[in-house]
Every structure is written in C-alpha cells, then in structure tokens.
C-alpha cells in the first residue's frame, strides 16, 4: 500500500514534529497491526490537523495500482481528546475532535455497529445521512477518549472499540481518497457556539491538559467482528459516478486503445463526459505523460465557451490555462504533466464553462478554482486520473505514440 498526501496543511508537519521534540516522522507507517498516519494541531492554523490523502494498492516492488476484486478496509479509534466541559456564567470547554470525510460511493459498502459511538453527517447539507448522494459522508467523533482505550488487534476489540471503528468494502478497486481532521473547533472560521445563554461568549481555545496536540489516524484490513455483526449502508452512487444531464454526442473521435488509463476521480456538477473523448494519451513514462486535450462536450459544430484546465508541469509549477471558443472534437492543446512520484498516475483538473446550453444551468454550479480567471455560466469541473503506465499491458502501449 501506497499513501500519498494530495493537499493541506499536512505537508508542513515535519516543522511542527520538531519544533515539539516528536521525532520524526513520529509513528507515521506500520505499527503493530495498524498503519498510523500522525498529525499535530497548531493554534492558530485551523487547517494544521487535516490531511487529505490517497491510498493505492501497488504491486509489490512498484508503483504499479493493482485492482482487487474485494476487500476491506477500516479505521479506528474516532473520539475527542478531552471532555467538554459546560458550567453556568463560564465560557464552555471545548476539546479537540476527528472526522474523517470520505465520498462513500468509492466503496461497496461500509458497516458501523447499532451501537456506534460516531455521527454519520453529509458534507453537502441538503444531503441526508447515511446516503449522500451529492457529496462526501462525515464520520465525527461524539465521545472522550485516550491512548488506554485504543485497539491493539483489529480482529479483537472491545465494544466501546469497536464502537469508534468503521469497516468499508471495496470491490474492483486499486486507490481511494479521503480526509482526515483532528481540528480545533472553536478555532474554525464558520464555528457558531450555541447555548442557553450566549452572553457570555464563544470559547476562543481548545481545552484540555495539551489541546494542542498531536492524534493518531489508525487503520487496517478487515475488522471481523463488525463486518459480521455492524449495520450496513449501502451508499448512494454520487453525481461524480451517477451524473444526470449528458448532451454530450456520440465520440467522433476514434475510441482510445486503453480507455482504463483516462478515469474521472471526482466531479462537481452534473454534467456527465467520456474520458476518451476529452483526453487522448500520446506517450507514457514513469516520470511524465503526455495527453491531447479535445472538446468532448459539444458536437463538432457547436463550441463551449471556456475551458479552464490545471496540472503539474513539474514539482514546483502549477498554473491555469483556458481555451476560448472551442468546437466539438478539437484539439486544444498537448501537455506534458508529472507522474506522482510513489505512484504511477497523474492528475489533470478540467472545468468547463458554457453559457448556450452544453451544460446544466441549475445543476452545474461548480467554482472555477482561485488560480484561474473569473467567468460565470454553468460550470462543471473534474478530476482526471491518468495511468502513467497503461493499465492494459504492451500492446496497448504500442498504440499510444500513433494515437489521434
């Protein structure tokens, strides 16, 4: 397995590990029977605890995704560092929390206890839980907890352990993304604290003996007592994998020869496009690849507006560029973006903007991303994920340099 950091403040932690005498990288990796990803939170840096991450099941000695049939994966030990504490005419006590934030149409299914001690929330309010269909599913901790009570063994926890725990099962997958953040409430911008008398004021820090401090995402493979005895939810696919507005017209293109090395990751809006018509793989290689960008979201005499896209060029760079006026079908530019360097992919962001009627005027409401120019109209944006190494062996690969 493969864990890589895809954004947040948790590229900046080794700072924080030294500047607290932890070593370093302080627990992170296997431990026991765990994987432990450390994070530590910082007053005055309210994104400090969050991570966002992707995980890959890699053949071993490489960076290669293998695809499993099935499997499960879990994750332990949500709770709060401290209890809170509320007394008449004093400012209330609030401790440090964990969520963990996860878009649940990745996975087959997940399984909670019918006693669990974690609230199941949607990220997009007019969602409702356990199904959000619109976005990612929250799992925040409701409870107190410390190191005394962490599991040691998956496969035998108690009930209270097994009630902070959540089993997922994967099917035909090879990598997953999510979000975990052990955060400061009181020190997030939309905190609003609401009591029975609100004269006294919001708490303006985290409590406890160290409130800030460092937490433990805990993980492993199957935890056998809730997968056989835990509540299961099927989720909901979600509009990035069940889109509901597709006017986009039969390829015009001819097909890709590896249609497994274009997949949307994620997407906001609901406009629905075929990987193979937008993005065409000229050349692979474990450091680059180099892809042909096309119009796939209008037939070939109807034009988009705008087309804004954004990749790695190189470790330092990242920039916005955008296409004016584009035909269906048409090539609008070839880019060389960098591979991860632990895994054998790389990520490319597109967003469209059209004004006469290729996209979805109420359900593309997607927001062109800060590094890019202003322009309004249904938006719709996407995450590619392109193979660095095709997914469908040599032959494919052959075919690539002479692709159209």
């Not at 953040?181 to 708490?203: A, E, L, R, W």
């Not at 015009?252 to 075929?274: L, N, Q, R, W, Y």
Request: hydrophobic share 30%; proline share 6%; aromatic share 10%.
């Amino acid at each position: 397995m493969v864990v890589t950091v895809t954004s947040g403040d948790y590229t900046d932690i080794e700072q924080v590990w030294i500047a607290r005498n932890k070593p370093v990288p302080n627990g992170n990796g296997k431990n026991g029977q765990f994987g432990t990803i450390n994070l530590q939170t910082t007053k005055g840096k309210p994104k400090s605890g969050e991570g966002n991450f992707q995980m890959c099941i890699v053949k071993k000695g490489t960076n290669v995704p293998v695809t499993l049939e099935k499997f499960s994966w879990s994750i332990f030990d949500l709770d709060w560092r401290s209890e809170d504490v509320e007394e008449p005419n004093e400012k209330a006590k609030i401790s440090v929390k964990e969520k963990f934030i996860i878009e649940t149409s990745q996975a087959k299914d997940y399984r909670l206890t019918s006693s669990t001690q974690i609230e199941v929330s949607c990220e997009n309010p007019t969602d409702t839980a356990p199904n959000c269909e619109t976005g990612r599913t929250i799992f925040h901790s409701t409870t107190f907890g410390n190191g005394d009570d962490n599991p040691s063994d998956p496969t035998a926890m108690s009930q209270l352990q097994q009630d902070r725990s959540v089993v997922f099962t994967f099917q035909d997958t090879n990598c997953w993304s999510f979000t975990y953040d052990h955060y400061c409430p009181v020190d997030q911008v939309d905190y609003i604290y609401d009591n029975d008398d609100n004269t006294i004021g919001k708490p303006d820090t985290c409590f406890g003996l160290n409130p800030y401090s460092g937490g433990n995402f805990l993980f492993s493979g199957n935890a056998t007592q809730i997968s056989n005895d835990g509540d299961c939810f099927t989720p909901s696919p979600t509009i990035s994998s069940s889109p509901s507005f597709s006017p986009t017209p039969a390829p015009s293109i001819p097909p890709p020869a590896c249609p497994e090395d274009v997949k949307i990751f994620h997407m906001d809006g609901i406009t629905d496009v075929d990987p193979g018509q937008a993005i065409r793989i000229l050349d692979q290689g474990t450091q680059n690849v180099t892809v042909r960008l096309y119009n796939g979201w209008t037939s070939t005499d109807e034009e988009v507006d705008k087309i804004f896209y954004t990749y790695k060029h190189d470790a330092f760079s990242q920039k916005c560029h955008n296409a004016t006026d584009i035909l269906g079908s048409v090539n609008y530019d070839d880019i060389t973006i960098q591979c991860h360097h632990m895994v054998a992919f790389a990520e490319l962001d597109i967003c469209v903007v059209d004004l006469d009627g290729a996209l979805d005027a109420d359900g593309d409401n997607a927001q062109i991303p800060t590094c890019c120019e202003p322009f309004d109209g249904p938006t719709v944006c996407y995450k590619f994920v392109i193979y660095c190494e095709s997914q469908c062996g040599v032959e494919a690969r052959r075919t690539l340099r002479g692709a159209e």
